[in-house]
């Protein structure tokens, strides 16, 4: 079992910066897959940001060279640095990562952005 608790959202204006964070309730030093995905209202939950199980990193089209997802294990945390935030970048953001098997995630944060 694990547990993610995410934090930092808020309402932010077009152009302005966020960063999030994502807790976990153990180590991830073992863990490959994990990262952020984001709901909008009406819509599907979409992949924003992820480690991939090669060890590298995905992007959603939309946020490359706008979002930066890292990591620092000794702090059990996943972070996603957003910047040139926009109107429709806002949603829901749910920290997500699979562990045995099982995908796991948190309560989600919201971030809206708008003037």
């Known amino acids: 079992q694990v547990e993610l608790v995410e934090s930092g959202g808020g309402l932010v204006q077009p152009g302005g910066s966020l960063r999030l964070s994502c807790v976990a309730s153990?180590?991830?030093?073992?863990?490959?897959?994990m990262g952020w995905y984001r709901q909008a209202p009406g819509k599907q939950r979409e992949l924003v940001a992820s480690f991939t199980s090669a060890g590298s990193t995905n992007y959603a089209d939309s946020v490359v060279g706008r979002f930066t997802i890292s990591r620092d294990n000794a702090k059990k945390t996943v972070n996603l640095q957003m910047s040139s935030l926009r109107p429709e970048d806002t949603a829901v953001y749910y920290c997500n990562l699979r562990f045995l098997g099982r995908h796991y995630w948190g309560q989600g944060t919201q971030v809206t952005v708008s003037s």
């Open positions: 153990r180590s991830i030093a073992s863990i490959n897959v």
